[in-house]
């Protein structure tokens, strides 16, 4: 059974930063694209950042280009985010999904953190 | 930067068919898949490839995808299938969903 769970949300002032973890199990983490996907309150959902399963590719959404980066570490099965200046519209809560089908397809999702930037 | 647009809100009577529809620019030139959420919970996968089924997902969700629309399709719609629906596609190594449809069983 895939197990997707995340940590390290919290609250932090605007201008912060935060580093989200994900620890997988269940499936052979490698081999698998994985992403961070967002959902602000009461709102829908934003893809945020996705990197292959190699660790070599990654791609961002225009609103977190440059202040997020996300990473894998293979050994601990574990993805990461690391947010740096970040801003109010960054609140949300943050979940990691499995990528199959050519890795955009997000069959299996964590139940998420939650990320609150008060401003 | 692509966008796709989903009507905001959906009612079905149960039993009925509930229709929902996702377009965008040339969507049918990719793939769509298609999420529920239900308040409190993680999106679950219901559709992928336009029109497959992931495993544990009923037959009556079904899919299509053709020009500027896709739609996700609930047959014999029942009161568990209240939920949030997104569609969601990729282009150029960017993932894009939709807005959202809050469907209603009534």
């Known amino acids: 059974e895939v197990r997707l769970l995340e940590f390290g949300g919290g609250l932090v002032q605007s201008g912060g930063s935060l580093r989200l973890s994900c620890a997988a199990s269940?499936?052979?983490?490698?081999?698998?694209?994985m992403s961070w996907v967002r959902q602000a309150p009461g709102k829908g959902l934003e893809w945020v950042s996705s990197?292959?399963?190699?660790?070599?590719?990654?791609y961002y959404a225009d609103s977190v280009k440059g202040r997020f980066t996300i990473s894998r570490d293979s050994s601990k099965n574990t993805l990461y985010l690391q947010m740096n200046s970040l801003r109010a519209a960054d609140t949300a809560v943050y979940h990691c999904?499995?990528?199959?089908?050519?890795?955009?397809?997000?069959?299996?999702w964590g139940q998420g953190t939650l990320v609150t930037v008060s401003s | 930067s692509y966008e796709l647009t989903q009507t905001p809100s959906v009612s079905v009577s149960p039993g009925q068919t509930a229709s929902i529809t996702c377009s965008g620019d040339?969507?049918?030139?990719?793939?769509v898949c298609w999420y529920q959420q239900k308040p409190g919970q993680s999106p679950v996968l219901v559709i992928y490839q336009d029109n497959k089924r992931p495993s544990g997902i009923p037959e009556r969700f079904s899919g299509s995808n053709s020009g500027n629309t896709a739609t996700l399709t609930i047959s014999g719609t029942q009161a568990m299938d209240e939920a949030d629906y997104y569609c969601q596609a990729w282009d150029s190594s960017t993932v894009v969903f939709g807005g959202g449809t809050k469907l209603t069983v009534l």
């Open positions: 999904a499995k990528g199959d089908y050519g890795g955009y397809v997000f069959d299996s």
């Open positions: 040339k969507l049918g030139d990719g793939y």
């Open positions: 269940g499936f052979t983490f490698s081999n698998y694209a």
């Open positions: 990197i292959s399963g190699s660790g070599t590719s990654t």
